[in-house]
């Protein structure tokens, strides 16, 4: 897979390079059940047409941007793994755009010209609530003709658990409520995080989201080590850790699987190593 970062600057030189492709089209924060089936069907029409599947998302995030930075938005997985999960799916290329004021000014049909049509895209997929252009006036249903009857559309309808919509954001409210154990319904896997440990302190990488405080059940990965644990988070920091082997020192990720307890510490609180596994 290439990763291709898009901005004004560079954009006609990728324009020019570009083949023929079907785009998988949204901002894919986490990579969900909603957007693994957006992903999914634009591979099958992507074998259909015998052409390669790109995926375009956009950084930082349109709320972000349009609000001046004042509205703090909880990413929950940084631009890197979404990389990585992306070429685990088979797609061909993921363009990465630079999401600015400017762009969200772009017409409907500037955007569609500039971003799609100039890139090669031949089909769009995307979300039942996908929009674009100035204002989010551009969607789906117009998009064959904001595109001069050049790309076809196929809206990918709402994919939900419990007859609730799988999004972002109903990921993003579990988190901050502690639910972390209903996430696997949504994610298809128990949410993770990754940092560093230096034996005193867990600095979490940017772009990930800690859960609620309260004491919880994980587990920690460190190269081929897993540790069943249990964790303390106090506001939006994991409390010092204690009780690890000297040597475990460095990247380490943690995998969240259920809250036990919304008490926070009376204490200075650790992480209690529950087991330790090769």
Not at 149 to 174: L, M
Not at 197 to 203: I, M, N, V
Not at 206 to 214: D, E, I, K, Q, R
Request: glycine fraction near 10%; aromatic fraction near 10%.
């Amino acid at each position: 897979m290439e990763t291709i970062y898009i901005n004004r600057d560079n954009l006609a030189d990728w324009q020019g390079k570009a083949d023929a492709c079907v785009m998988a089209l949204g901002f894919f924060d986490g990579l969900h059940y909603g957007h693994r089936e957006v992903i999914k069907t634009g591979l099958r029409i992507a074998k259909e047409k015998g052409v390669q599947l790109a995926v375009m998302s956009f950084f930082p995030h349109p709320k972000s941007v349009l609000s001046n930075g004042e509205k703090q938005i909880d990413y929950l997985i940084p631009l890197s793994v979404k990389e990585k999960i992306l070429r685990g799916l088979g797609i061909d290329t993921f363009y990465i755009v630079e999401f600015t004021r400017e762009f969200a000014a772009l017409s409907p049909e500037q955007y569609v010209n500039d971003y799609l049509v100039n890139l090669g895209v031949i089909h769009a997929v995307a979300g039942f609530d996908f929009t674009y252009g100035s204002r989010g006036i551009g969607n789906l249903e117009r998009l064959k003709i904001d595109s001069g009857g050049i790309i076809d559309a196929t809206k990918v309808e709402k994919v939900a658990c419990r007859g609730e919509k799988i999004s972002s954001t109903s990921i993003r409210e579990r988190l901050a409520c502690g639910k972390v154990e209903e996430l696997p319904d949504f994610l298809g896997c128990c949410y993770e995080v990754e940092g560093m440990w230096d034996g005193q302190t867990f600095k979490l990488n940017p772009y990930y989201t800690l859960p609620a405080p309260g004491k919880y059940a994980v587990t920690i990965n460190l190269g081929n080590l897993s540790m069943l644990t249990e964790a303390m988070v106090e506001e939006k920091s994991l409390i010092p850790v204690s009780e690890l082997p000297p040597f475990l020192l460095g990247a380490l990720s943690i995998v969240w699987h259920q809250r036990i307890s919304e008490e926070a510490p009376s204490s200075r609180p650790i992480l209690k190593v529950g087991g330790l596994t090769r």
